[in-house]
């Protein structure tokens, strides 16, 4: 299983950018996808969820109303607009087969991309 994560980079503070997660080696339908970001000298934090069959979503309250997590096939988007200089960080992209009420907690995710830069400048 692999998870290949695309789409970072630089933007100014209002922009938007939109990161794709193309997932192979398994049948993804019954996985919960998931974004999570690490900023510069602090912890993996959980970003956004989306469940299998597409049935439900779930962000961090520091990103809603401004992202949004979808999925086609075996690829999961993260579209992010309003950005602010506060989103830089690396975002990794999580698959696994879980519980709702271990959706927000990386350690419960088996699969993990390799991550993509985003910065957003002031």
């Known amino acids: 299983v692999q998870l290949q994560a695309s789409g970072g980079g630089l933007v100014q503070a209002g922009g938007s950018l939109r990161l794709s997660c193309a997932a192979s080696?398994?049948?993804?339908?019954?996985?919960?996808m998931a974004w999570f970001r690490q900023a510069p000298g602090r912890r993996r934090d959980f970003v956004a969820t989306?469940?299998?069959?597409?049935?439900g979503t779930y962000y961090t309250d520091a990103v809603k109303g401004r992202f949004t997590i979808s999925r086609e096939g075996n690829t999961v988007f993260l579209q992010m607009n309003s950005l602010k200089p506060d989103d830089t960080a690396v975002y990794y992209c999580?698959?696994?087969?879980?519980?709702?009420?271990?959706?927000?907690?990386?350690?419960?995710?088996?699969?993990w991309g390799q991550g993509t830069l985003v910065t957003v400048s002031s």
């Open positions: 999580a698959a696994a087969i879980l519980s709702i009420g271990d959706r927000v907690h990386g350690s419960k995710y088996h699969y």
């Open positions: 989306i469940s299998p069959g597409d049935v």
């Open positions: 080696g398994g049948t993804f339908s019954f996985y919960t």
